[in-house]
């Protein structure tokens, strides 16, 4: 339950800086200006939507909101790393296209937003209100610091009602049939449970090749296959921690001199060992549940304050992982707990039993066995881990210099040069794509996709990892390309091997899959091949099968079989082959069905609108001839 609870915590915290952050990006930011910008003089264009013209400004604005959402998510990522990783300005300049063809669209259809819609669009603006009621003086002010007036906002919003409109117009014929709603919720609700035999992956053979005419024939099909990534070669070196000499223990009064700058640090917060007893009600439970529910609380919750053994009452009926240990929380202190669980828990002395307290997860009795208050310790109490920090601290502020230095020497000279002077390693990758593999911090995606940023002969700046730093130079780069026939011959040829191999293994399981039938059993079948069995878990087409490894999608025949019906044999993307028996099947209940069967249509009509709308909005592109003007906005 403290985990539950402590984990709930954060993520309310996020999903509020989320929600804040999507409404600052697309109410405020909007109307910023970035480093991107064109002379008020000047007539530029971004791109033509036939013969109608998109101001760069138009697609500035985009891009400047798009930029800045993003920098609110990753503060410490440049704009350059952002728009590599996101393409900030493709999304800009498609969005501008896409609201230049709805609105031509809005004008073909006849469409209108009037002032009335506008207007309430306006006050229902949650940035303009006050109190909850839209406050003229503030739509002023929220408006003039953004450097925009209230027509042109207006007139904005004006074209997001006519674009809603026609997204509407588009999306309306959408329909989802009740066999199609089953269906979805059949592949989420249906689950089997498999007796597996797992077969291991076919070795192609020693030495073994392929004719000519079919390694051309697959190569020929289609050379886009064996595409090479873009790659890169790198020399690195790291400065380590634990090669930095520690500096000298601090004498006695700079210990006291460092516990007194940071006595913050060392600060005691106030903090409570609790217990607690869990009914679990879930949130906008009828009522006849939760009064039941109540009544029960109620009855322990008067044994509990009778005085009752509050860890024996928990084990007994507390709904919660901690109920086995007679509820024991632990310490705790403030922000760990949801809200109306710390406000009772920190209310309470030692030995105190609660009332009944409601949180998302349910009623919680809760007993707090301690209480530690807060206060500022004395040096002496804490003398050890002063002393810890602050070796900590000198040994940081080494390494530091450390890095300085080399940093210092690597402007001035050669990377092996520099490296060499202060004793560090120098490793050398081979070409190598963005996956890897890369040393040091470079295997992180962000990281990696950081220095292939770099061009050839660059140095980066020192990363981070752990207590260590580790600097990067590009020694050569390679670009994504197509290979030759010759290039890729020996890819083309490992290929079609494996294949070959693959296909001799499902034959070879197709006749031991018989050997079952005729009642072999399968551990002797697994032990014969050199194979395993298991048993999974239940599972449905769309949840990961944790014993074979593969998405259970892979199983999809077995939902058709019936309990002891023998299936396969399937390939699993390593190459292993399973043959399996339905060991028990849990079906879609048809009542389960009837109450979720709005829910389940909904969502799948709010699937199919989007993708009908995004396969419109393409069409309508290519009718009315887009032109991207790549002088000024560039290559997309």
Same mark, same amino acid.
């Given at each position: 339950?403290? $985990? ?53 400004? /138009? ?21 350059? @790393? ?40 306006? $006050? ?26 209230? =027509? ?40 089997? $449970? ?64 460092? &516990? ?9 917060? !106030? ?8 009914? !679990? ?50 310490? &705790? ?39 530690? @208050? ?93 207590? /260590? ?20 011959? %020996? ?34 079948? %697994?032990?014969?091949? *050199? ?5 999974? =878990? ?12 593969? !998405? ?18 399937? =390939?699993?993307?390593?190459? #292993?082959?399973?043959?399996? #028996?339905?060991? %028990?099947?849990?079906? %879609? ?13 909904? #969502? ?22 887009? *032109? ?9």
């Amino acid at each position: 339950m403290m $985990r539950f609870i402590r984990n709930n915590a954060v993520f309310v915290l996020v999903v509020v800086i989320f929600i804040v952050a999507v409404f600052i990006g697309t109410i405020f930011l909007v109307w910023g200006r970035g480093s991107m910008s064109s002379s008020s003089s000047e007539r530029s264009v971004a791109a033509w939507v036939g013969s109608a013209e998109i101001p760069y400004a /138009d697609f500035v604005k985009t891009y400047d909101s798009r930029l800045e959402f993003y920098r609110r998510f990753y503060p410490n990522v440049g704009a350059a @790393e952002l728009e590599k990783r996101f393409k900030v300005r493709k999304g800009a300049l498609d969005a501008a296209i896409a609201r230049r063809l709805l609105l031509d669209e809005a004008g073909r259809l006849g469409l209108t937003a009037t002032d009335e819609e506008v207007g309430r669009r306006v $006050r229902e603006t949650a940035s303009f209100q006050e109190n909850g009621a839209f406050d003229p003086k503030k739509y002023r002010e929220v408006l003039a610091a953004s450097g925009i007036t209230p =027509a042109l906002y207006e007139e904005d919003v004006r074209g997001e009602l006519l674009a809603g409109k026609v997204r509407t117009v588009v999306q309306e014929p959408v329909r989802v049939s009740e066999a199609e709603a089953y269906e979805e919720f059949r592949r989420d609700k249906e689950k089997v $449970r498999l007796a597996l035999v797992i077969l291991p992956s076919p070795a192609p053979p020693a030495g073994g090749t392929v004719a000519a005419d079919r390694l051309r024939r697959a190569y020929d099909a289609d050379p886009a296959k064996y595409t090479l990534p873009e790659r890169a070669q790198f020399a690195c070196a790291a400065v380590l921690a634990r090669d930095v000499p520690p500096p000298p223990a601090a004498a006695e009064d700079e210990l006291r001199r460092y &516990f007194e700058e940071n006595a913050t640090e060392f600060r005691i917060q !106030k903090g409570v060992r609790a217990r607690h007893i869990l009914f !679990k009600l879930a949130e906008g439970a009828p009522a006849e549940e939760e009064k039941k529910i109540r009544e029960r609380a109620e009855f322990v919750l008067g044994k509990a304050k009778g005085g009752a053994d509050f860890a024996a009452l928990a084990k007994e009926f507390s709904q919660d992982p901690s109920g086995p240990a007679g509820g024991d929380l632990g310490w &705790f202190t403030a922000g760990q707990m949801v809200p109306e669980f710390e406000q009772a828990a920190f209310s309470l002395g030692k030995g105190q039993v609660s009332d009944l307290v409601r949180t998302q997860f349910g009623l919680h009795v809760i007993k707090v066995e301690e209480v530690r @208050e807060a206060g500022s310790p004395a040096f002496e109490q804490v003398r050890a881990q002063v002393a810890a920090r602050a070796a900590a601290a000198a040994l940081r502020a080494a390494v530091a210099e450390r890095v300085e230095q080399v940093n210092d020497a690597l402007a001035d000279g050669e990377f092996d040069a520099a490296a060499a002077k202060f004793g560090l390693t120098v490793q050398t990758t081979g070409l190598v794509p963005r996956e890897g593999p890369l040393p040091g911090p470079a295997a992180r995606p962000d990281v990696a996709e950081s220095l292939f940023g770099l061009g050839e002969g660059e140095v980066s700046e020192f990363i981070r990892q752990g207590e /260590d730093f580790w600097v990067y130079k590009v020694l050569a780069k390679r670009a994504s390309s197509v290979p030759s026939f010759e290039e890729a011959r %020996a890819q083309v040829e490992r290929e079609l091997l494996a294949e070959d191999a693959r296909q001799r293994a499902l034959g070879e399981a197709k006749l031991r899959l018989e050997d079952l039938r005729r009642g072999e059993k399968p551990e002797t079948l %697994a032990a014969r091949l *050199k194979g395993e069995t298991r048993e999974t =878990a239940f599972f449905s087409q769309r949840e990961f099968v944790a014993e074979a490894g593969v !998405k259970g999608e892979i199983f999809v025949e077995a939902f058709g079989l019936e309990a002891g019906a023998l299936g396969g044999p399937v =390939a699993a993307p390593d190459g #292993r082959v399973l043959i399996y #028996r339905v060991a %028990a099947r849990l079906p %879609a209940s048809r009542e389960a069905f009837a109450l979720e069967k709005a829910a389940v249509i909904e #969502r799948l009509r709010s699937a199919k609108k989007d993708r009908l709308f995004e396969a419109w909005l393409e069409d309508l592109r290519r009718v009315r001839s887009v *032109k991207i003007n790549t002088q000024l906005v560039g290559t997309l």
